[in-house]
């Protein structure tokens, strides 16, 4: 199954992507780990990318579509796959569908994780990240829970960058979802439940 995961940033689409991952192995391609991965390396691309991300602006397209298209041409992606982050705007998704169709591919379906932007807001500020193993916590955790490293908050996290990455998911990638919609494929999913039961709705709606 290949399968679109949407929702504004915090909304928890990575949570829910690791449990699919986790019953049914498919393969999680998150375009924010992979461009912050490019951020830790230095790589020419990643400094690039850098200044985008931290100001909360969206990475350019031939960027993005480049790093997926090199991805969804791995091993692990042929059995099935999650795009968690991409794509963000509708040029980006005809791309994908491109891409895929070029590679004998479809979108199986597209499920939004809906959560309201205050919430978010509350969510991605109080969120902590573990600089040695990359576990996300919340600023209750003084030290890492999974390795004793430490947590510090990411320089996009803040909340005058959250509002602002809220504003251009509004504007960029909300027009999905009426994408989406019209190829039917769309699957309405309420995040601001328990993970949880927001996991059971998502595989309810997918059929699993």
């Not at 400094?47 to 991805?71: C, H, N, Q, S």
């Not at 791309?95 to 070029?102: C, F, M, N, Q, Y």
Request: with cysteine; proline share 3%; glycine share 12%.
């Amino acid at each position: 199954m290949n399968i679109v995961l949407l929702g504004a940033p915090g909304a928890g689409k990575g949570t829910q992507a690791d449990k699919l991952v986790s019953e049914f192995g498919l393969a999680h391609i998150s375009t924010g780990d992979i461009l912050r991965a490019a951020v830790k390396a230095g790589t020419p691309l990643g400094l690039e990318a850098k200044k985008y991300m931290d100001a909360g602006d969206l990475v350019p397209d031939e960027v993005v579509i480049g790093l997926v298209k090199d991805r969804l041409g791995e091993g692990d992606a042929q059995k099935g796959f999650i795009l968690d982050g991409f794509p963000r705007t509708s040029v980006q998704a005809v791309a994908l569908d491109t891409v895929l169709s070029d590679m004998g591919k479809t979108i199986d379906a597209a499920v939004n994780v809906d959560v309201a932007p205050e919430a978010i807001v509350k969510r991605i500020t109080s969120r902590r990240m573990c600089r040695d193993c990359g576990h996300i916590g919340t600023v209750a955790d003084k030290v890492c829970p999974k390795c004793g490293g430490e947590m510090y908050q990411r320089d996009d996290d803040n909340e005058t960058t959250v509002r602002n990455r809220l504003d251009v998911y509004t504007r960029s990638t909300e027009p999905l979802i009426d994408y989406y919609k019209g190829k039917g494929l769309l699957k309405n999913v309420d995040g601001a439940q328990a993970i949880d039961d927001v996991y059971a709705d998502v595989k309810k709606a997918l059929g699993l």
